[in-house]
């Protein structure tokens, strides 16, 4: 497995601190390798084609075409290491994520709601309960719209960053505000477009904690480059106190941020 990861090493992969993310990267290192294989094996098929049937060699052109059947066996590998790859690796992934999804008063919920170009997260408070939403209450105060008269509401709170704990199953729903937009969380090795009037699921389980950053995966405007945001993942003692203390907040009807100090900015990926 360490001599297939290198060239997930070379391409800058950041490390993985989902539980499913190791999933991902072997199936990435296989196909990488296959692609590495076949770059090399068609690129010196083409120098040999150019050096064996140049024009001084071959005056006089043939159609005849291929006679021997050496192309179909290689194209007839190449489909069966794609089909080895599908059925091995990407359907099995993809069945997991599908049959295993995460249920129950355990499961940590956050909703990312992207705007241009910024992300807010909605946190259902103490009670996993998320409060009612309607457009028309949107402001800078409540980007989300939070309805703080529903009584789900009462202890919801915003923040800019993705803050969860670890070794938690964790459900992040996103959505959009304005364009289409994708909340792309390398470290967990999972992304998710944010779709206006939609709303889609992912999940994961962090394994690590640290600090990185988030990018948005779609082209969503003019300033798309600048929106990148932060995901920290804390022990569950510092993520409860966290959440205790954020909680409080919401009634106040502000949205709290929280900067980035120079210290945990160097190890954001």
Not at 110 to 121: D, L, P, S, T
Not at 224 to 232: D, L, S, T
């Amino acid at each position: 497995m360490q001599t297939l990861g290198i060239i997930n090493e070379m391409i800058g992969l950041p490390e993985v601190a989902s539980e499913h993310g190791s999933m991902v990267d072997h199936m990435l290192e296989m196909v990488h390798w296959v692609v590495a294989v076949l770059l090399i094996g068609w690129s010196a098929f083409f120098v040999y084609c150019l050096v064996r049937f140049r024009t001084k060699r071959n005056p006089k052109a043939s159609y005849k075409g291929v006679e021997g059947h050496a192309s179909h066996h290689v194209e007839i590998a190449v489909v069966v290491v794609e089909a080895i790859l599908l059925l091995g690796f990407a359907f099995p992934l993809w069945a997991q994520r599908i049959t295993d999804y995460p249920s129950g008063p355990d499961v940590v919920r956050v909703r990312a709601v992207g705007e241009q170009f910024k992300w807010n997260m909605h946190y259902p408070g103490p009670d996993n309960k998320f409060g009612l939403t309607k457009s028309e209450l949107m402001s800078g105060a409540n980007p989300v719209g939070i309805d703080w008269e529903d009584l789900n509401a009462k202890d919801d709170f915003i923040f800019r960053e993705l803050v969860l704990p670890v070794d938690r199953e964790c459900i992040v729903s996103v959505t959009s505000k304005d364009v289409i937009h994708n909340l792309s969380l390398h470290p967990m090795r999972i992304q998710q477009d944010a779709i206006p009037g939609s709303i889609s699921d992912m999940w994961f389980r962090p394994i690590s904690t640290g600090r990185w950053e988030t990018i948005c995966g779609q082209l969503c405007g003019a300033n798309h480059a600048n929106m990148i945001g932060y995901m920290e993942v804390m022990a569950q003692e510092e993520f409860d106190s966290w959440y205790k203390n954020m909680t409080p907040k919401a009634k106040e009807g502000k949205v709290p941020e929280k900067e980035p100090d120079a210290e945990k900015s160097d190890k954001a990926s």
